[in-house]
C-alpha cells in the first residue's frame, strides 16, 4: 500500500541541502543546463532554468532547444521521486534518506511540446501521482517566465 506525506510535513535543512548538492553540483549535466531548484516539498518541485546562448535550438528564433526541455523535465520528475521517497521515510535521518536514490532511474519519459520555447528563463515543476514500491509515475510542466505552459512531461522512474 502507498502512503501518501501529509501535507504540512516539512523537510529538514540537511535533506533539502543534500538534494541540491546532487542535483545542482554532483549531476555535472545539471550545471549545463544551469537547473536549479527553488522549492522543494514531499508532494511538489519547482527548479528554474535561465536561458542563455548556449541553450538556443533554433537561432533564427532564439527558441532553447527540445533536448533542454526534456532533459530539464526529466531531471524534475526525478526530483519529485526523490522528495515523495524522503518523505516516505521521515523516520529515518537526512543522510540515511539521501542514500536511498542509488538505484533511481528513468525507464520512461513522455514529453509534449506545446509552445515555442522563448523565454528569458523557464520553471519546472513536477509532482509525483504515484509511488510505488518498485516504480513512480510522474507529472511534469515547463513554463515561460509568463507562467505559459510551453511543454509537458509524464515519466516512469525505478525506485528500487
Do not use: C, W
Amino acid at each position: 500500500m502507498t502512503r501518501s506525506p501529509a501535507p504540512e510535513t516539512e523537510f529538514e535543512p540537511e535533506f533539502i541541502a543534500g538534494i541540491k548538492a546532487i542535483f545542482e553540483d554532483k549531476i555535472v549535466f545539471n550545471q549545463v543546463l544551469g537547473l536549479k531548484i527553488t522549492r522543494l516539498t514531499p508532494t511538489h518541485v519547482t527548479a528554474r532554468i535561465d536561458m542563455r546562448r548556449d541553450l538556443v535550438g533554433h537561432y533564427g528564433h532564439n527558441r532553447v532547444h527540445g533536448g533542454v526541455i526534456s532533459a530539464g523535465l526529466d531531471t524534475t520528475g526525478a526530483l519529485a521521486v526523490m522528495a515523495a521517497i524522503g518523505a516516505r521515510h521521515m523516520d529515518e535521518s537526512p543522510e540515511q534518506r539521501l542514500h536511498r536514490f542509488g538505484k533511481l532511474g528513468t525507464i520512461d519519459l513522455r514529453i509534449d511540446y506545446l509552445r515555442p520555447g522563448i523565454s528569458e528563463y523557464f520553471e519546472l515543476r513536477a509532482e509525483v501521482m504515484r509511488l510505488g514500491s518498485r516504480v513512480a509515475s510522474t507529472r511534469m510542466e515547463f513554463l515561460a517566465a509568463d507562467g505559459k505552459l510551453l511543454s509537458t512531461g509524464a515519466g516512469a522512474y525505478i525506485v528500487s
